[in-house]
């Protein structure tokens, strides 16, 4: 019931992020669907994972977004600019739909409907990501170095260009 | 509480009135002011939110700079013809319900200044004006007794009724013709209705002299 | 700061230039130096420059309207009355036109001298109002310049942003002309002001013969 | 409806639309989001796959979220910084007009 | 270091925070309508007409002479000389005010009408508490309300009072003298004034 | 133009394809602004928060104060001189009075002089208090350097009403001395406040000086360079704290100023702490000056008896007085064609005059400092605009 | 005693939950405590406003609101009539779903942010495992609705206004929750509770707060600092700078929406203050082991009046940064100065207890301070200036 | 699974909701008040934007990349964030190494930040 509520707010947002008119609009329908998906997170029982997903998708990436859109102007409430294949486009989203969903409809794990223990403790989290996966933390860590990086070269070089 | 009131109070019915004493008493004893100073009484409008007056006493020393926030707009100073539009534009900028003091002399007639060409003759002849302070500059305390007449003016406004504010009632205006410039003067020099308001029961012309006593002090 | 010897400095200087010595007849005594304005802003120049004089600071720019005035006086004329030649005494009116007049007042803030009172006038007051801008020699003439130009009318050639200053760009007049005409905004008040009476009264009457 | 089932079929619309926004519309910045919505489809099933999984206790469904998020984080830096790059170039974020611009 | 002025500021601000509750230096609001400053004796706001005696009238000091009215640089003041002549303090037969209105809403409080009054007629008040939501009514004095003893006069403005009394006086008594000269001279004609009863009380006849 | 400052040059974009026309932000500070002292407009052009380009817009209080003057008698523009600068009106009746004393050629005597110092003097201090106070309020203090510098302004005015009548609005002046004699009691009164004042400044100078926001958002902001500032004919203050030594009461010498044992005090940078400085230690040295002149006052007349107040007729001609007020040279231009009126009345306002390096000052720096720097060339409309 | 009265609050709901049917009870019980949540907030708001206007008035030499009801602590009310029944005015440029959503989502999320905070013994809505995270992702929520109310009305002085907002809020969160981290690695948890637990205990009459330590101290302060710029308080006022750009973002809005905008500011401001209490201060602790007969709510509130008188303290004291410095101070002191803190945190718990513990940390704090702190007054150029006269 | 799920989020979405009843009550009561008594009476100039009083021009006004830069450090800081929590979380139990391996991760950020500075991106103007 809680499921398809959060489901259905995160699915409007998702489109009114895709279909809106103005960006700004966009990115804050994209704010609903993320917060619906957060919430989709803590009930399955992934507190950690659900807050951390407000934290960077709303309070970093949206904002990062909408200073891009501010960045770029004519972006402001431009016409519903959709590309002249957009027929084309659209049966391709279909038909990957289609297949996804008979794909999850048909494999074995919909099947599963056992409830194991849930939650998984920050401790836990903690844990399994400093013993388990401190390599691929160092990697994430040098990516986002790189990111970044290249993210400010990026945009700098434009700032230089500014001057 | 004279007769009257009493009347009123029971045709009205205890929960207007109570409504109605709510809201003024709400209304009068949060004035925000707008930040507008336009000349020398601008200082002493400041002198008065200052420690040794300390409008602050009744609630009204948030001076709001949008007129968005602000219910009070003090016209401190000589409005000029060239400030006027401006003025205007500000006080129907802000919501309602709204007051307008006129301190100081300028601000009432044009003060000392009213020979000059670009001195706007009143601020009333384009916006309605609730209190005016005759001096040049007025004191501090003439600020603050205009101040507790104006709460005294809300006081006495009723909530329904014909003679309601002007803010109340749907049919009185809220905006006010925002002058032009023009090649010699301001277009149009008055608001016409507004002044016709204004000048409509005037007491004594001049030259009639009234003999009524002096008040003896 | 003697008046005489500037005169004569600026004339060694700047060959060719028109220069007048105005007398003052306040006890104040600060005489002036009328500028012809073809030489005007290299006589500034060399005012602000001249290491002697170092008037490198212009405290003053003012505008003055002087309106056509008439002087009368009784002339002893001979005149052929019936046939014989008789003094007769006559009025004779003489018209000086009017002019407007542009007032610079210098000092040195180096040499801590001053002040150098300088004039310039336009041809006449109402068709070909142009004067050279001394904004270019002293910064501090912009505003004021400006000014002249709002109130008074007098176009700067040379001036770097001449637009109006105190009125807004839509006015017409120039308001600090003695001729200028106020808009009749007065209306019917029950006030003393005795110039709002008069002049409400006049609008009655103008409104009366319509 | 099994709730993974469920949440899988959510995170294939999620997917869906944001495929479609992606290749529908024309301003990079939204075709940008359309992948970011994408990208959160794949993490719900990360999520779902982890709580519905044979083996929660081991979090790596969970674990592989977090770094997703991270990457999705410096995957929205660059493209952003590309697109604002771009448009400094060219004065629009449109991608039609970028391509007819190439030449 | 970083933060030590920042430190001291603060020091400062909680001084005169504490200090607000004990010292009346600190705290130096004066609450208006119920307490008010000491009245500073020098002070003026507008203008008032002065009379002598009870009967505002007949006691009336200004004579018309519309001098204040020239000079009064907002021109604020209107009078309309009377027809007819009154005696005045003195004694003397005057002209009067039969108009006498200043506009508040022009007035600057400059006092040059009192600067330039040669009667001690017109005075400055003190009186400020003058807000009013009537634009002209409220705000176009005209001699009646103008009108003010020298009793009241001398409240305001005791030094001034005391020093335009005494003027008053030395003068009331050259006319005196005067009167009395040309009486023993005339001596058995009637002056033509009733001479003052007594000096500040008027002429009622 | 030949002095536009040379940063200024390099900041305006003159090509706007570089720079992106559409990133410029126009935008209008003021004329109904809380930080621009009454109805001043800035038309900023803003890069970012960067000003690129700035145009003072004036003329909102043009109150035609010439025109009238110049229909009207001498004696009644003195009460109209007191709305000019109407934080300073004593400075501006003298500065009227010296002007009109210069046309007709009238001496005042010794108590008046002294007088008219003092009471000058008194108004430095609270000019100077007051703008130190609104310079902090526009960066954001809320009220307490300004409620304290009001606390002691209120002081000050109270002796101005005591002597005068009037806080603001003095009148006092009057050509050949002064209106009237300082009454009882007033120059130990005077002597009090005068004593007490050294306290305030000791307290906001531990209230700010050290203050490290203060210091970063005044340091290096709004550099005036020593050239600009005299080929702008700016005065005052802010011509000092950019290292000019030019003080009309040293220069000058009107009135007794060469009595009295004083100093000027000189920035070196030229930017906003530099002006803040200058005029605090200003606040010191009028102090001597006051101490000096309370002690030396010599009792006799305060009015030159030749001298007519109503009727007044200089000869025709003309003079130009001018006196330092709190704001910089403030001068008076008369023509007298004989009439009871002036035939030209022309005000060299400071604040006016000191504006035209606004925008020199301001460009380059943040919006914010815009605020600070205009805060500092301490302008009142009523002088500018007139 | 002591212990009746600090669970008053707790005993009472319990009873009355009692009396509802148990498949309601806890939603009753969650109910109660959310009402009790916004009732004692929102007067503490109302209280907070006229005592900041009283406080501000006693610095600056007079009384401020005294009027309005006894003491002037009517203020707020009228202020709330007048606010409601003020016309409401949309400009007509503005975009109008967005313009009123803002307010709106502002006061909520400020509302959401209490759910983590423990108010007193066992008096928490809800205790999150990861509440600390719960408060930060809330409060990044807060950023956004920011920027929709300056966006949203298309006023200029409102879009600079929020993007000021903006940058300078994103800025401070980074040092805002690298220093909650020290903490966290303190105490092993992201619970409210937990924390506050763990700094139950008191050695002698001193109790055992993360403040008492190098690196809590210069945690708290760089905390506290960054809490500032959160809520948009003074010194950090830049976005409403009223000097600069009038009212900031919500320059636009009247009425009650003002209001809302007043309410979720000062919402934040508590919240912030609330968990720099629960992080550092010991939340609802007794400062001293003699004191904890008093109930802890009590304690709670004490500490965070203590808080918001700082606030009003620091507001009348001090001027308004400008945009660059306030940015350079949040990259180049409070980012460095809080990673060292993370570092120093780290230290202190490696060393062995003891008075090198203590010198090796103090020293880990205080040198970079001096160094970072010199740096920052290079960059802007800070000097001492003598001036010379001229006679 | 939704019993857990409602037991711990419960509180805080009926916490939401009173607030949402909070921010809208008033509202409606405001609005409510103008239906009555105080018609709202919106005008060409009132509902115009502010401008200090002068004419406002619907300029639409872009920003400077400077705001972006921040944006994309912040992010990338936020992000570290998510991968500290856990670590401070379980840093009470964890060795010296793991610690180290934490520093390394923190340094490699701190890297990217002194190229920041030091290609002064960090330097608002």
């Known amino acids: 019931m809680l499921f398809l509520i959060f489901a259905m707010l995160t699915v409007a947002g998702a489109v009114a992020a895709m279909s809106l008119r103005n960006l700004v609009h966009s990115v804050l329908a994209l704010t609903v669907a993320f917060a619906g998906l957060a919430a989709v997170y803590l009930q399955l029982g992934a507190q950690f994972v659900g807050l951390a997903q407000i934290l960077v998708y709303i309070g970093a990436v949206a904002i990062l977004i909408v200073f891009a859109v501010l960045l770029t102007r004519d972006s402001e409430a431009s016409p519903l600019a959709i590309v002249g294949s957009w027929k084309g486009s659209g049966v391709v989203a279909l038909a990957i739909f289609g297949i996804l969903a008979w794909a999850v409809d048909h494999s074995a794990a919909s099947r599963q409907s056992v409830l194991p223990q849930p939650e998984a403790t920050m401790q836990q989290i903690g844990n399994a990501l400093m013993l388990r996966f401190a390599l691929p933390l160092e990697i994430i860590g040098l990516l986002l170095t790189v990111a970044l990086i290249g993210a400010v070269t990026i945009a700098m070089r434009e700032k230089k260009e500014m001057r | 509480m004279d007769l009257e009131l009493k009347e009123a109070l029971s045709r009205q019915g205890i929960f207007t009135t109570t409504l109605e004493e709510l809201y003024n008493w709400g209304r009068r004893s949060s004035v925000w002011p707008l930040t507008f100073g336009l000349a020398c009484c601008a200082i002493e409008m400041i002198a008065t939110s200052m420690a040794r007056y300390d409008l602050a006493r009744f609630g009204a020393e948030v001076f709001r700079p949008s007129p968005r926030q602000a219910d009070l707009m003090i016209v401190a100073g000589t409005v000029t013809k060239k400030m006027a539009p401006q003025v205007v534009r500000l006080y129907n900028q802000m919501p309602e319900p709204k007051y307008v003091i006129a301190m100081g002399a300028c601000a009432i007639s044009g003060g000392p200044f009213k020979q000059g060409y670009n001195v706007l003759k009143g601020i009333d002849r384009y916006i309605p004006v609730d209190v005016h302070i005759p001096g040049c500059p007025p004191r501090p305390e003439a600020l603050m007794d205009a101040f507790i007449t104006l709460q005294k003016k809300i006081d006495a406004q009723s909530l329904t009724g014909a003679d309601r504010p002007r803010h109340l009632n749907a049919e009185e205006p809220s905006e006010f013709i925002v002058p032009q410039y023009g090649a010699h003067d301001l277009e149009p020099p008055k608001n016409v209705k507004l002044w016709n308001i204004i000048t409509k029961n005037i007491p004594n012309g001049p030259g009639t002299a009234s003999d009524n006593e002096p008040r003896k002090d | 700061m003697n008046l005489e010897k500037i005169k004569s400095d600026i004339e060694a200087a700047v060959p060719g230039c028109r220069l007048q010595i105005i007398l003052n007849g306040s006890p104040s005594g600060q005489h002036s130096l009328l500028l012809g304005r073809e030489h005007a802003v290299e006589i500034a120049r060399f005012l602000r420059d001249d290491p002697e004089l170092r008037l490198d600071y212009c405290s003053n720019v003012t505008g003055v309207d002087w309106l056509d005035s ?59 109002v142009t004067l050279p801008s001394l904004t270019p020699v002293w910064r501090s003439a912009e505003f004021q310049e400006r000014e002249i130009f709002d109130l008074y009318g007098i176009i700067f050639e040379g001036h770097p942003d001449l637009r109006r200053i105190l009125m807004w760009d839509e006015f017409e007049d120039h308001p600090m002309r003695k001729d200028y005409v106020e808009p009749n905004d007065y209306e019917y008040e029950p006030t003393p002001h005795d110039a709002v009476l008069e002049k409400s009264k006049q609008a009655r009457a103008i409104e009366g013969q319509r | 409806m099994t709730p993974l089932t469920s949440c899988l079929l ?65 995957e929205a830096a660059v493209g952003l910084a ?22 | 270091m970083l933060g030590e002025g920042i430190a001291k500021g603060l020091v400062e601000t909680a001084r005169n925070f504490i200090g607000s509750y004990f010292s009346k230096n600190r705290l130096t609001t004066v ?67 039969a108009v006498f209105n200043i506009d508040v809403s022009v007035c600057m409080s400059c006092q040059i009408c009192v600067e330039v009054c040669p009667f001690e007629a017109i005075k400055m008040d003190t009186e400020f508490e003058l807000s009013t939501d009537n634009r002209f009514g409220g705000l176009l004095w005209d001699k009646a309300r103008l009108s003010k003893p020298n009793a009241y006069y001398g409240k305001v403005h005791p030094t001034d009072a005391a020093a335009s009394d005494a003027l008053l006086a030395e003068e009331k008594a050259k006319v005196e003298a005067k009167a009395k000269a040309a009486g023993e001279t005339k001596t058995n004609s009637e002056l033509t004034s009733p001479p003052l009863a007594t000096s500040g009380a008027t002429s009622k006849q | 133009m030949e002095m536009i400052a040379p940063a200024a040059q390099e900041l305006i974009p003159n090509n706007a394809a570089a720079t992106g026309d559409d990133a410029l932000l126009e ?20 890069d970012g928060e960067r000003v690129v380009k700035l145009k003072p817009v004036f003329g909102y209080l043009h109150r035609n104060h010439e025109k009238i003057a110049e229909g009207a008698s001498y004696l009644a523009s003195m009460p109209y001189t007191d709305r000019l600068d109407y934080i300073g009106s004593l400075t501006n009746n003298w500065a009227y009075a010296l002007a009109v004393e210069k046309l007709a050629g009238i001496q005042i005597p010794e108590r008046a002089e002294y007088i008219r110092v003092i009471t000058a003097e008194l108004t430095r201090l609270q000019n100077h208090a007051s703008t130190i106070g609104f310079l902090t309020q526009e960066m954001g203090a809320s009220g307490s350097p300004l409620m304290y510098s009001f606390r002691e302004r209120e002081k000050i005015l109270d002796l101005f009403e005591s002597l005068t009548g009037s806080r603001m609005m003095c009148n006092y002046m009057r050509f050949g001395g002064c209106r009237v004699d300082l009454p009882a009691g007033w120059l130990d009164q005077t002597r009090k406040v005068v004593a007490d004042f050294p306290g305030f400044l000791d307290e906001f100078e531990r209230l700010l000086e050290g203050n490290e926001i203060l210091l970063a958002r005044t340091q290096g902001v709004g550099v005036l360079s020593r050239e600009l500032a005299i080929q702008a004919g700016v005065t005052g203050p802010i011509l000092r704290a950019s290292g000019v030594n030019y003080d009309i009461r040293k220069v000058d010498r009107y009135g007794i100023y060469d009595r009295f044992d004083f100093r000027v005090p000189l920035g070196e940078h030229g930017d906003v702490y530099d002006r803040y400085m200058v005029r605090m230690l200003e606040m010191r040295e009028s102090l001597k000056i006051l101490e000096q002149a309370l002690r030396d006052i010599p009792s006799g007349p305060i009015m030159d008896t030749k001298t007519k107040i109503r009727g007044f007729r200089p000869k025709a001609g003309e003079a130009y007085g001018r006196i330092e007020s709190p704001k910089g040279e403030l001068g008076f231009f008369l023509i007298s064609d004989g009439s009871p009126n002036p035939y030209r009345y022309r005000v060299r306002p400071p604040s006016l005059i000191n504006l035209t390096v606004l925008e020199d000052m301001c460009l380059g720096s943040n919006v914010s400092d815009t605020i600070v720097i205009f805060g500092t060339i301490d302008i009142v409309l009523g002088e500018v605009d007139r | 005693m002591g212990e009746t009265a600090d669970q008053l609050f707790v005993t009472l709901q319990h009873w009355l939950v009692g009396y509802a049917p148990a498949s309601l009870r806890s939603i009753l019980s969650a109910l109660l405590s959310v009402i009790a949540i916004l009732v004692v907030f929102a007067l503490l708001f109302a209280i907070t406003t006229v005592l900041e206007r009283k406080g501000l008035g006693r610095i600056q030499n007079r009384y401020g609101p005294n009027r309005v009801g006894p003491f002037g602590f009517l203020q707020p009310i009228a202020d709330g009539i007048k606010s409601l029944t003020k016309e409401d005015i949309v400009p007509r440029a503005a975009d109008k779903v967005v313009h009123f959503l803002a307010p709106v989502v502002l006061v909520i999320a400020a509302f959401s942010l209490y759910a983590v905070l423990p108010i007193g013994r066992n008096m928490v809505l809800a205790n999150l495992d990861a509440g600390v995270l719960f408060f930060f992702a809330i409060s990044s929520v807060m950023e956004l609705t920011i920027f929709m109310a300056g966006w949203s009305s298309r006023n200029k002085y409102s879009l600079l206004g929020a993007m000021r907002a903006i940058a300078q809020m994103i800025s401070y969160e980074v040092p805002l929750i690298l220093a909650a981290v020290t903490v966290i690695m303190a105490t092993g948890s992201l619970s409210t509770v937990t924390i506050v637990e763990r700094q139950a205990g008191y050695t002698g009459i001193l109790p055992h707060w993360f403040v008492f330590t190098p690196w809590g101290f210069a945690g708290f302060v760089l905390f506290m600092i960054a809490a500032t710029a959160e809520s948009n308080r003074s010194p950090f006022d830049l976005p409403e700078g009223e000097s600069e750009i009038i009212a900031g973002y919500y320059t636009e809005y009247s009425g009650f929406k003002f209001a809302l905008f007043f309410l979720g500011e000062y919402l934040g401001m508590f919240a912030i203050s609330g968990l720099g209490i629960t992080l550092f201060l010991g939340g609802w602790a007794a400062p001293l082991s003699f004191l904890t007969w008093i109930p802890s709510y009590l304690w709670f509130f004490a500490k965070l009046l203590v808080m918001i008188s700082a606030f009003i303290w620091v507001r009348g004291t001090l001027p308004r940064l400008r945009m660059d410095q306030l940015m350079n101070f949040a990259w180049r002191f409070m980012l460095p100065m809080a990673l060292l803190n993370l570092v120093t945190a780290g230290v202190w718990r490696f060393l062995p207890q003891g008075l090198l513990r203590w010198f090796v940390c103090a020293l880990l704090v205080v040198v970079p301070y001096v160094l970072l702190g010199r740096g920052l007054a290079q960059g802007w150029r800070l000097e001492k200036r003598v001036y010379r006269f001229a006679e | 699974m939704n019993s857990a799920f409602t037991h711990i989020y419960g509180p805080i979405a009926i916490l939401m909701i009173a607030a949402v009843g909070f921010a809208i009550a008033p509202l409606a009561m405001a609005w409510l008040w103008s239906k009555k008594f105080s018609p709202r009476k919106p005008g060409p100039v009132k509902n115009a934007t502010y401008e200090c009083g002068l004419e406002s021009n619907d300029a639409f006004l872009r920003f400077r990349p400077e705001y972006y830069l921040y944006a994309i450090v912040f992010l990338i800081f936020d992000v570290e964030a998510i991968f500290l929590l856990p670590f401070a979380v379980a840093f009470t139990g964890l ?17 990217g930040l002194v190229w920041t500075w030091r290609k002064g991106v960090l330097i608002w103007v």
């Open chain 4, 10 to 74: 959510l995170s294939a619309l999620l997917f869906t639309i944001g495929l479609a926004g992606a290749l529908m519309r024309r301003n990079a910045i939204l075709v940008l989001i359309g992948i970011e919505l994408m990208l959160n489809a794949a993490n719900l099933n990360f999520i779902a796959f982890w709580r519905y999984g044979p083996n929660p206790e081991a979090l790596t469904g969970m674990m592989f979220v977090i770094f997703s998020i991270g990457v999705a984080a410096a």
């Open chain 6, 27 to 46: 935008i209008s500070l003021g004329p109904h602004h809380p930080s621009t002292h009454g109805v001043f407009r800035m038309d900023v052009v803003l």
């Open chain 5, 31 to 97: 609450q208006y309508p119920e307490e008010r400053l000491p009245q500073i004796e020098a002070t003026r706001d507008f203008p008032f007409l002065v009379y002598d005696g009870d009967d505002w009238q007949a006691g009336m000091r200004c004579v018309g002479c519309q001098i204040c009215e020239k000079e009064c640089p907002p021109k604020c003041i209107y009078i309309e000389k009377s027809k007819d002549k009154k005696p005045d303090a003195v004694g003397k037969l005057q002209f009067y005010p």
């Open chain 3, 70 to 128: 008439e002087t009368s006086e009784k002339v002893k004329v001979k005149k052929l009355v019936d046939g014989v030649e008789q003094e007769v005494e006559e009025v004779r009116k003489t018209r000086t036109p009017g002019y407007l007049e542009a007032v610079y007042h210098l000092y040195s803030m180096e040499k801590k001298h001053g002040p150098l009172v300088l004039r310039l006038r336009p041809e006449n007051r109402t068709d070909h």
């Open chain 8, 95 to 111: 060795t010296v190494g793991a610690s180290i391996a934490m520093l390394i991760f923190l340094l490699l950020l701190v890297e």
């Open chain 4, 82 to 103: 590309l697109i604002i790059s771009l448009y400094r170039h060219i004065k629009t974020a449109n991608i039609d007009e970028v391509n007819s611009m190439r030449g």
